[in-house]
């Protein structure tokens, strides 16, 4: 029986590449000149730092721009609202990469095929979402009708079997 697993990736070097360069950016640019602005990264978890707010959506601006230019989507990015002061004017925000699809959303996938009523079944297994039909046409108008539903999450249609 065709299959395919509906998942949500974020490939840790590139999300690595894009932290290396921003700070090499912020480290080249005049308006950043003595200051202590930086990403720094744990896992899929990033802090940036900087002297001001402003500086910190400076900071900001810049890795968002260097994950889309490596093919991360910015969708994938938990940003914290809280800009936390660290010392003196020093201020620092955290981000969180999203990796899989979190179960909220996982039920709400496999609510909206079986609304859809289309001849296939959703199953959640951990952290994706195995979708299963009889034909490749219906697994296919399975992925048109979840892309065109499921906008603000980045989501991959993988491991597609006959």
């Not at 899929?44 to 989507?73: C, P």
Request: net charge neutral.
């Amino acid at each position: 029986m065709p299959s395919f697993d509906i998942v949500s990736e974020v490939d840790k070097t590139e999300v690595k590449n894009a932290v290396e360069q921003t700070n090499k950016e912020v480290t080249t640019r005049f308006d950043f000149k003595g200051s202590d602005a930086r990403v720094e990264q744990a896992e899929m978890e990033l802090t940036m730092y900087a002297d001001n707010e402003f500086q910190l959506s400076q900071v900001q601006d810049i890795l968002t721009s260097k994950l889309s230019k490596r093919g991360v989507d910015i969708r994938s990015l938990d940003i914290n609202d809280k800009i936390e002061k660290v010392s003196g004017n020093k201020v620092k925000r955290s981000y969180t990469v999203k990796v899989g699809v979190e179960t909220e959303l996982a039920k709400k996938i496999v609510k909206l095929i079986k609304e859809s009523k289309l001849k296939v079944q959703a199953s959640i297994q951990g952290e994706s979402v195995r979708v299963t039909g009889k034909n490749r046409d219906d697994l296919q108008d399975c992925i048109a009708f979840v892309k065109e539903s499921i906008t603000d999450f980045p989501l991959q249609y993988q491991n597609f079997r006959d």
